[in-house]
T-cell receptor
Framework: KAGVTQTPRYLIKTRGQQVTLSCSPI?????VSWYQQTPGQGLQFLFE???????NKGNFPGRFSGRQFSNSRSEMNVSTLELGDSALYLC???????????FGPGTRLTVL | KNEVEQSPQNLTAQEGEFITINCSYS?????LHWLQQHPGGGIVSLFM???GKKKHGRLIATINIQEKHSSLHITASHPRDSAVYIC??????????FGTGTRLQVFP
């Protein structure tokens, strides 16, 4: 089975722009979670989707949003980018909610 | 104070040594995860525990729910074990909360 894929792998944006990141889970997995990793804050939970429904959301501002499609692929969007949004964004999929997660390689976002 | 604390933050070992990484948490949990992150960012899930002990190859993970503590042990360490090891707990609202990680370097 192919692993979790994330596109793009690297992205450079400027402050004020918006960005959309994509995640394709392992075939058959219905749960997708998103995480932000920065040197200062470490790994932080963004949101979790299961069968197109947002099940859980972390403590991030409303500029961070996401969605999941019927084929379980997920996107996250960050609007009005700030310098502090520079991070590695990771998505992970699992076959069931609260099950072992399989992580993608991440998208490294740099905001200038 | 962080809800998930790991110790030590950094660990250096010689090949063949027995290694222990500790994780303490202060919240109610439904499960605890141990993750491995190699340089470049890729994360691999090593264990998911809700009680007792699990073993996979040279890796052993234990959890004591009453003491809110878990340990990850690596027997016969090898340079390829060099990575950051991250403890994460799933709290009672189903969110994953991560520790800050333990950076392990194993020298030949």
């Amino acid at each position: 089975k192919a692993g979790v894929t994330q596109t793009p792998r690297y992205l450079i944006k400027t402050r004020g722009q918006q960005v959309t990141l994509s995640c394709s889970p392992i075939s058959g997995h219905r749960s997708v979670s998103w995480y932000q990793q920065t040197p200062g804050q470490g790994l932080q939970f963004l949101f979790e989707y299961f069968s197109e429904t947002q099940r859980n959301k972390g403590n991030f501002p409303g500029r961070f949003s996401g969605r999941q499609f019927s084929n379980s692929r997920s996107e996250m969007n960050v609007s009005t980018l700030e310098l502090g949004d520079s991070a590695l964004y990771l998505c992970a999929s699992s076959s069931l909610e609260r099950d072992t997660q399989y992580f993608g390689p991440g998208t490294r976002l740099t905001v200038l | 104070k962080n809800e998930v604390e790991q110790s030590p933050q950094n660990l250096t070992a010689q090949e063949g040594e027995f290694i222990t990484i500790n994780c303490s948490y202060s919240v109610g949990i439904s499960a605890l995860h141990w993750l491995q992150q190699h340089p470049g960012g890729g994360i691999v899930s090593l264990f998911m525990l809700s009680s007792g002990k699990k073993k996979h190859g040279r890796l052993i993970a234990t959890i004591n729910i009453q003491e809110k503590h878990s340990s990850l042990h690596i027997t016969a360490s090898h340079p390829r074990d060099s990575a950051v090891y991250i403890c994460a707990v799933r709290d009672n609202t189903d969110k994953l909360i991560f520790g800050t990680g333990t950076r392990l370097q194993v020298f030949p």
